[in-house]
């Protein structure tokens, strides 16, 4: 079976930055059949050497990144990057098109599929090799044409691999629903999941689910979930503390864009923020928490409060509308409209924010300059952490021996030059061509 190493300066293995400043550093990852290879088991085992060998020239290797928070994105004739000059998000660089249209998870279309895949193979430019495609509230319908569209399915070079779709919705709360369409919000009902069962058909496709848990009858559901192998995560709540955390004990794991869509921390009670220092978690037991770092949603400086307090459950997440890319103008977004300015999109006619339109390597950037963390803290907020929280952490998310060979590799500012799923090239920038 062919085997290729690729030489470069530093890389992060799912743990730590590995460089030159190392007294033993790994500089070369060596990739067989879709996973990277222990070389010194190659020599010493099998005596074998590398059939190739390619220079990254210097640049970092990370693992690839996960989006577990995306609605979709846009699709069209692509004409670069935007730069914001002034304010909080200056020297973002954002991807522009013109004359294209947008792909949205929450459309119940013939062919859901084909949307996905064009979703798929456009974030692999910007260094995602694995997503949670997003649904936002829907009425039943909806849910019932799209899921059984949406399967689990390996990255390659058609696109990042999908692990699963991410249910934001229909059960949380009216105060905090956001962008969410107040007509299509449910409670639980007497029979709590199979009401969930009625509304969202079935669950074979998916992998995560937002819920409000102060909504009757929450706790028995999450344990349902859970118990499938479906990760519950708290989000668009009036929660306090003390019910998100019975929320946690019952069997949920995340939370769905922190301090976005939540009661605001408050001394007395600081609601589902609290759960980043709670002494009341079961034992084992770790919370991870999605940060929209795209310069309008998480302040800076709560960006920083939230990495100091817990970073090792910090998971940085787009929450990417269709409008991604496309420019200023009115969109979609499930049953809503939206309407994009610059780079914010608001529901049409409102205040309203409504998801981002800051792709997943924008926000790393934007997340490593605002909190003055290392570089591999950055990178795993958007690799190891979301992978773990999926369990998946011994194949996605880290560059470990025998895991997947998925990778990214990144210039000293942390822009991508190519895209790598299975140890096969599917992505590589202009530049990186010549």
């Known amino acids: 079976m062919f085997i290729y190493k690729v030489l470069t300066r530093s890389f992060v293995c799912g743990a730590a930055l590995v460089s030159q400043l190392y007294s033993h550093p790994r500089e070369d990852l060596w990739v067989r059949g879709g996973r990277v290879l222990d070389p010194e088991k190659l020599f010493f085992e099998e005596r074998r050497v590398a059939d190739e060998q390619r220079d990254c020239g210097g640049c970092i290797l990370a693992p690839g990144f996960i989006d577990v928070q995306i609605n979709g994105t846009g699709w069209g004739r692509w004409l670069g990057t935007q730069r914001r000059s002034s304010g909080p998000r200056a020297n973002l660089f954002f991807s522009v098109a013109a004359g294209g249209f947008g792909v949205d998870f929450s459309q119940a279309t013939e062919d859901v599929g084909s949307g996905v895949a064009l979703v798929a193979r456009r974030i692999l430019s910007h260094g995602v090799t694995s997503f949670c495609p997003t649904l936002v509230t829907s009425p039943p319908e909806v849910y019932h044409k799209v899921l059984p569209q949406i399967p689990v399915k390996s990255g390659g070079p058609h696109g990042a691999g999908v692990l699963g779709v991410h249910l934001e919705g229909p059960f949380i709360s009216r105060e905090k629903r956001g962008a969410h369409p107040e007509a299509h919000l449910r409670s639980f009902e007497a029979n709590a999941f199979q009401d969930v069962l009625a509304t969202y058909g079935s669950l074979d496709n998916v992998r995560i689910v937002t819920l409000a848990p102060e909504l009757g009858r929450s706790h028995e559901v999450i344990r349902a979930l859970t118990a499938l192998g479906i990760c519950v995560s708290l989000g668009h709540s009036v929660a306090d503390l003390g019910t998100a ?45 999605g940060l929209i770092a795209d310069g309008m949603h998480t302040n800076p400086a709560a960006l920083r409060i939230a990495h100091r307090a817990h970073p090792k459950g910090l998971v940085l997440v787009t929450d990417a509308v269709p409008a991604l890319g496309l420019g200023n103008g009115r969109h979609t977004l ?92 599917v992505w590589q920038a202009e530049v990186a061509r010549q």
């Open 334 to 425: 499930g049953q809503q409209e939206v309407e994009v300015n610059g780079l914010t999109a608001y529901v049409a006619g409102t205040k309203t924010l409504s998801g981002s339109i800051a792709p997943m390597d924008a926000c790393v950037r934007h997340f490593l300059r605002a909190t003055g963390c290392g570089v591999e803290s950055a990178l795993e907020a958007a690799s190891l952490h979301p992978a773990r929280l999926l369990g998946l952490e011994k194949h996605k998310g880290t560059l470990d021996f025998g895991a997947d060979a998925d990778f990214v590799v990144l210039d000293d500012s942390l822009h991508v030059r190519a895209t790598y799923i299975l140890g096969e090239l």
């Open 245 to 289: 955390e019975e929320a946690v004990q019952s069997g949920a794991t995340f939370i769905t864009h922190l301090f976005n869509a939540m009661l605001p921390f408050h001394h007395r009670d600081p609601g589902i923020v609290g759960l980043l220092t709670s002494d009341q978690l079961p034992p084992g037991r770790h919370i991870f928490y």
